[in-house]
């Protein structure tokens, strides 16, 4: 079977979709969590470098911080991202 073509139920529900087209799906519906993660590991990055500069004691402190920011954001945003202001 050629990449991208349906497959056509023999129960007689209609065409399904490939495993090509259910992937694209998946990787389109998934695009901004890995933005997101990429932005999250470059800032974490940004920040080690700075405070890293300075003594261990900041350097704890941060790792803490964003021990607890990170999933406080990660259960926060889908609640925040689900609302409308009307």
């Known amino acids: 079977m050629p990449y991208g ?5 023999t129960s007689g529900d209609g065409p399904q979709e490939s495993s090509g087209s259910s992937f694209r799906l998946i990787a389109t519906t ?14 974490s990055t940004l920040n080690v470098a700075l405070v890293g500069r300075h003594d261990t004691g900041s350097l704890a402190a941060l790792a803490i911080a964003l021990a607890v920011y990170g999933p406080a954001t990660a259960t926060v945003a889908p609640t925040v991202k689900g609302t409308r202001a009307d």
């Open 30 to 43: 998934a695009l901004p969590l890995y933005v997101t993660m990429i932005a999250s590991s470059i800032g």
């Open 5 to 9: 073509e349906a497959v056509r139920s």
